[in-house]
Nanobody, 125 residues
Framework: QLQASGGGLVQAGGSLRLSCVAS????????MGWFRQSPGKEREFVST????????YYADFVKGRFTISRDNAKSTVYLQMNSLTPEDTGVYYC????????????????????WGQGTQVTVSS
């Protein structure tokens, strides 16, 4: 079970940190991802991280602004979002896969086994 939190309303240029707790996780393997869905748009990949070694991958539009990290002891993945713009507005979802694969493959939502409920991020101009 995945529980995402940390969304909210922020002004352009501001920051937010999203969290996703993976309850019931018993393995040190697997991969976590963040996706987002903006109004009128398809769900899109944001970032992914492997539990085992922390390998990361980002969508081009967040490189240099967002940082994904994980705390294995807490089974929690974070998404630190800086320099937010109105285009970052949307519902952010965390996703989990029990399999560790090349992080660049994490852009495909079909690779994930479970999804959180989403947390709303709204960036005002």
């Amino acid at each position: 079970q995945l529980q995402a939190s940390g969304g909210g309303l922020v002004q352009a240029g501001g920051s937010l940190r999203l969290s996703c707790v993976a309850s019931g996780r018993t393995s040190s393997s697997g991969t976590m991802g963040w996706f987002r869905q903006s109004p009128g748009k398809e769900r899109e990949f944001v970032s992914t991280i492997r539990w085992r070694d922390g390998s990361q991958y980002y969508a081009d539009f967040v490189k240099g602004r967002f940082t994904i990290s994980r705390d294995n002891a807490k089974s929690t993945v974070y998404l630190q979002m800086n320099s937010l713009t109105p285009e970052d507005t949307g519902v952010y979802y965390c996703a989990a896969s029990s399999t560790s694969w090349a992080v660049s493959a994490g852009t495909n939502p079909a690779r994930y086994d479970a999804w959180g409920q989403g947390t709303q991020v709204t960036v005002s101009s």
